[in-house]
């Protein structure tokens, strides 16, 4: 039985891993997107591979060009919470330090969250790292 469990498993993870789009494990949705996203439960996360400080920044900066209001921060040593407004949608956008240089970003808009809105913050975001905006 547990044989059988561990290998149905093992398929799942595969089947989610090569095609690249959401499943739905009890009352949690999984996911994995290309070029390191992550999504799972309305919530997009990636890493980027610079520091907290920075990430924070252009974190902050990205919402600010997308004309996003009703921006409230509250960070602390390594981890922040940024909440944001946009239309009748809350944006929640976590930063946490995980180790030197390496700074994971979760972003949800909306309720149920909506992968769409929160990958373009995260290439706006990503788009600041790099000098380009």
């Keep these: 039985m547990f044989k059988n469990m561990l290998a149905g498993s093992i398929i799942a993870v595969s089947i989610i891993i090569s095609v690249g789009c959401a499943i739905q494990v009890g009352d ?18 990636t890493n980027y591979h610079t520091d907290f400080e920075r990430v ?12 996003i209001q009703s921006i409230t921060e509250d960070k602390k040593i390594s ?11 809350e944006i929640r956008l976590t930063v946490e330090y995980l180790e030197r ?5 979760g972003i949800r ?14 290439d706006k975001i990503k788009n600041i790292l790099l000098g380009k905006e």
């Design 28 to 45: 949690s949705v999984m996911g994995v997107k290309s070029e390191g996203f992550f999504y799972t439960d309305g919530i997009l996360r």
């Design 56 to 67: 924070w920044d252009a974190s902050i900066k990205a919402l600010k060009q997308l004309n």
């Design 79 to 89: 981890k922040g919470t940024v909440t944001a407004m946009t239309y009748d949608e």
């Design 101 to 105: 240089n390496i700074t994971q970003v």
């Design 109 to 122: 808009v909306g309720v149920s969250g909506s992968a769409f809105s929160s990958q373009i913050i995260h």
